[in-house]
């Protein structure tokens, strides 16, 4: 085997596993700093598909009622987007992310729902319906404690993060040991058709 690549796939994954590591610690150190990044990131998301919506509104040719779906989300996507960086900083952001993510849930939730009870054929179809309840039983608990629920995400995503981190580096490690014992068993296996 490469000792080369060996060494580059170990270190690599260490690495990975340290800056992962490294940020859901401060994640869970500095939640508002995160809160206000996130926040800011929806802002941007929200102005640059609200410009592509109004873009595509006025240059596809559609029917008329996709013109106009465009046109109207699009500019909702940038009045939403204005508000969010006219309060920047302020509680406003978080609360505009809160609720598109509780409504994103909900509309999830729903449509999950919808097509457990509509397709009776479907593999699966109760975890449709249980995904779908549970769903717009969390944009509902988003919609109603808005705040609570981000900071809540935020610090479970702190969490996942450290403990991704640390998986990553129990798996460079075993990278390391199986590359280790790879190249140890083609040595000898060579060593021994060259006698």
């Given at each position: 085997?490469?000792?080369?690549?060996?060494?580059?796939?170990?270190?690599?994954?260490?690495?990975?596993?340290?800056?992962?590591?490294?940020?859901?610690?401060?994640?869970?150190?500095?939640?508002?700093p995160?809160?206000?990044?996130?926040?800011?990131?929806?802002?941007?998301?929200?102005?640059?598909?609200?410009?592509?919506?109004?873009?595509?509104?006025?240059?596809?040719?559609?029917?008329?009622?996709?013109?106009?779906?465009?046109?109207?989300?699009?500019?909702?996507?940038?009045?939403?987007?204005?508000?969010?960086?006219?309060?920047?900083?302020?509680?406003?952001?978080?609360?505009?992310?809160s609720?598109?993510?509780?409504?994103?849930?909900i509309?999830?939730?729903?449509?999950?729902?919808?097509?457990?009870?509509s397709?009776?054929?479907?593999?699966?179809?109760?975890?449709?319906?249980?995904?779908?309840?549970?769903?717009?039983?969390?944009?509902?608990?988003?919609?109603?404690?808005?705040?609570?629920?981000v900071?809540?995400?935020?610090?479970?995503?702190?969490?996942?993060?450290v403990?991704?981190g640390?998986?990553?580096?129990?798996?460079?490690?075993?990278?390391?040991?199986?590359?280790?014992?790879?190249?140890?068993?083609?040595?000898?296996?060579?060593?021994?058709?060259?006698a």
């Amino acid at each position: 085997m490469n000792g080369g690549l060996d060494q580059q796939l170990w270190k690599g994954a260490l690495v990975a596993s340290v800056l992962t590591t490294v940020l859901g610690a401060m994640v869970l150190l500095w939640p508002g700093p995160t809160i206000l990044v996130a926040s800011t990131m929806f802002g941007v998301y929200l102005l640059m598909s609200g410009f592509a919506e109004l873009f595509l509104a006025f240059t596809l040719p559609p029917s008329a009622a996709t013109r106009l779906m465009l046109f109207l989300t699009g500019a909702l996507s940038l009045a939403l987007a204005i508000l969010s960086f006219r309060h920047f900083g302020e509680d406003y952001a978080v609360l505009l992310l809160s609720v598109w993510m509780g409504t994103g849930l909900i509309l999830r939730g729903v449509s999950e729902s919808a097509v457990a009870l509509s397709e009776r054929d479907l593999p699966g179809r109760s975890w449709y319906g249980v995904l779908g309840i549970l769903s717009m039983i969390a944009g509902g608990i988003v919609l109603a404690w808005p705040f609570d629920s981000v900071i809540v995400l935020i610090l479970v995503s702190g969490v996942s993060l450290v403990i991704l981190g640390f998986v990553q580096g129990v798996q460079a490690f075993q990278i390391r040991s199986d590359t280790k014992a790879a190249r140890e068993t083609f040595e000898a296996l060579y060593n021994w058709l060259a006698a």
